[in-house]
């Protein structure tokens, strides 16, 4: 079973960039396809990204398309999400997750990953 830690959230001006980090521990974390989400305050959580277990295919939201640029270290056991040109929008609690079952694919569904970490702030003003 992995556990999921997330970190590099903070408050940033629009225009910034950040790098989130997602260390996981456990066995077998290369098998997994791994995604971010992110969640704002009275809304769903929302797919952000995602990048398969060999991290040759990775998949964007469109609201992050051309900004965001998700990687893995599968040596470190860790994933990545670069955000750049930030916008007030993106504001909100960043997650990441892994994808199950090990070895499938992306999917926007939030409810075929598992297990989450417990997410960081990343806002975002103006």
């Not at 040759?56 to 599968?74: C, E, H, L, P």
């Not at 409810?111 to 702030?121: H, L, R, V």
Request: net charge positive; with cysteine.
């Amino acid at each position: 079973q992995l556990q999921l830690a997330e970190s590099g959230g903070g408050l940033v001006q629009a225009g910034a960039s950040l790098r989130l980090s997602c260390a996981a521990s456990g066995r077998a974390f290369g098998s997994y396809t791994m995604g971010w989400f992110r969640q704002a305050p009275g809304k769903e959580r929302e797919f952000v990204a995602a990048i398969r277990w060999s991290a040759a295919i990775k998949t964007y939201a469109d609201s992050v398309k051309g900004r965001f640029t998700i990687s893995r270290d599968n040596a470190k056991n860790t994933v990545y999400l670069q955000m750049n040109s930030l916008k007030p929008e993106d504001t909100a609690v960043y997650y990441c997750a892994a994808k199950m079952p090990p070895l499938s694919g992306y999917s926007v569904n939030v409810n075929e990953y598992k297990p989450w970490g417990q997410g960081t702030q990343v806002t975002v003003t103006s």
